[in-house]
């Protein structure tokens, strides 16, 4: 029986898909893919940039109690207690774009709205 159930469990295992980890990852001020700087992220206080190449392809900054996702100074997203909204209607939790960035929240949710939008490949 011990036997049986051995192999059961290990055929189910095997049949199981692997769960993969974040494709980015944080590496101090790098957001990496594969080992290769794909962002970089500067930080001024509570705000923070992405850049791509050199060029700042959008900001997160803080407005009284949420940070706000900006592109060419329009606002795309706000974050505000573990929520992403978009035009004032929930779009996503920042833990969800934790689970494709492995970042801190502010700067996964940024990456995650600047995704969505298409701002970034």
Same mark, same amino acid.
């Given at each position: 029986?011990?036997?049986?159930?051995?192999?059961?469990?290990?055929?189910?295992? +095997?049949?199981?898909?692997?769960?993969?980890?974040?494709?980015? =990852?944080? *590496?101090?001020?790098?957001?990496?893919?594969?080992?290769?700087? *794909?962002?970089?992220? /500067? /930080? @001024?206080?509570?705000?923070?940039?992405?850049?791509?190449?050199?060029?700042?392809?959008? /900001?997160?900054?803080?407005?009284?109690?949420?940070?706000?996702?900006?592109?060419?100074?329009?606002?795309?997203?706000?974050?505000?207690?573990? =929520?992403?909204?978009?035009?004032?209607?929930?779009?996503?939790?920042?833990?969800?774009? *934790?689970?494709?960035?492995?970042?801190?929240?502010?700067? +996964?949710? @940024?990456?995650?709205?600047?995704?969505?939008?298409?701002?970034?490949?």
């Amino acid at each position: 029986m011990t036997k049986l159930l051995t192999i059961c469990t290990f055929l189910i295992l +095997a049949a199981s898909p692997a769960v993969a980890g974040p494709d980015y =990852k944080c *590496q101090g001020d790098r957001v990496e893919k594969g080992g290769s700087t *794909q962002f970089t992220i /500067r /930080r @001024s206080g509570a705000d923070l940039s992405i850049e791509k190449g050199g060029s700042t392809k959008a /900001r997160t900054v803080k407005r009284g109690s949420k940070m706000v996702v900006e592109v060419g100074g329009s606002t795309k997203a706000e974050i505000e207690n573990g =929520k992403i909204s978009k035009g004032g209607s929930s779009w996503a939790n920042v833990s969800d774009a *934790q689970r494709e960035f492995d970042c801190d929240g502010d700067v +996964a949710a @940024s990456l995650w709205v600047l995704f969505k939008l298409g701002v970034l490949p």
